[in-house]
C-alpha cells in the first residue's frame, strides 16, 4: 500500500515523462523541508539538485526515474534523522564537531583531512551546516564510495582509470 501511495507521489511529481529533473526534485525537497521547523534551510537551490540528480542517475538519462528517486528519498529520510539527532541545540543547523559524529553515524569512515574538508566546502562563516548542504554532502559522500566500490572490481581498494573515465566520474557528479 504504501509502495502505491509512493509511485502515486513520484507520478504527481515527474510528469508524464515518469522522471523527475532537477526543477521537479527542488519543488518537493523545498515542500518538505518547509513542513518541517526543525529543519533550517534557505531550500535546495537549483544547482545542488542538478547535483544531486547526476550522482543519483544510474542510467545516465540526465533525469532520475521512479527506483532512483526511492533510493534518493529513503537516503534522505534516513539523514534527515541523522541530522536531527545530531542538531542538539535544535539550531536547525549542525556545527562542524557534530558534522563528524553525523558523518560516521551514516556509516561514512573518513579521516580528519576530509572532515575539514566537509567543513570548508559545506559549512557557513560560522562553521554550521544548514539541512540543504548536509544532504548534499551526504549524496555526494554516499555516490562516490558506491563510485569507488563499482570500479573497484577486486575489492583491493586500488582503482586504476584512465583520463576520460576520471572526468566522467568528476564531471557528471
Ligand atoms: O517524509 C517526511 O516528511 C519525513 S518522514 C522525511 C523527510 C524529511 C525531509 C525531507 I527534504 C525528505 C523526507
Known amino acids: 500500500?504504501?509502495?502505491?501511495?509512493?509511485?502515486?507521489?513520484?507520478?504527481?511529481?515527474?510528469g508524464d515523462d515518469m522522471e523527475i529533473n532537477a526543477e521537479e526534485?527542488?519543488?518537493?525537497?523545498n515542500n518538505v523541508v518547509k513542513k518541517h521547523k526543525d529543519l533550517r534551510s534557505e531550500g535546495f537551490e537549483l544547482e545542488s539538485c542538478r547535483s544531486m540528480i547526476a550522482l543519483m542517475d544510474t542510467d545516465g538519462s540526465g533525469?532520475?526515474?521512479?527506483?532512483?528517486?526511492?533510493?534518493?528519498?529513503?537516503?534522505?529520510?534516513s539523514w534527515q534523522k541523522i541530522f536531527k539527532r545530531y542538531d542538539t541545540d535544535h539550531s536547525g543547523t549542525i556545527n562542524s564537531y557534530e558534522m563528524r559524529n553525523a558523518v560516521n553515524d551514516a556509516g561514512f569512515r573518513l579521516n580528519n583531512q576530509l572532515y575539514d574538508i566537509i567543513t570548508m566546502r559545506y559549512a557557513d562563516k560560522n562553521m554550521n551546516i544548514d539541512f540543504d548542504s548536509f544532504i548534499c554532502c551526504f549524496v555526494r559522500?554516499?555516490?562516490?564510495?558506491?563510485?569507488?566500490?563499482?570500479?573497484?572490481?577486486?575489492?583491493?581498494?586500488?582503482?586504476?582509470?584512465n583520463v576520460l573515465e576520471w572526468l566522467q566520474l568528476t564531471l557528471y557528479a
Request: hydrophobic share 45%; aromatic share 14%.
Open 25 to 29: 526534485l527542488r519543488n518537493v525537497l
Open 1 to 14: 500500500e504504501e509502495q502505491k501511495q509512493f509511485r502515486n507521489i513520484f507520478r504527481q511529481i515527474a
Open 141 to 161: 559522500l554516499d555516490a562516490m564510495f558506491r563510485a569507488f566500490h563499482a570500479f573497484d572490481k577486486d575489492g583491493d581498494g586500488i582503482i586504476k582509470l
Open 63 to 77: 533525469k532520475i526515474n521512479f527506483d532512483e528517486f526511492r533510493h534518493l528519498w529513503d537516503k534522505i529520510k
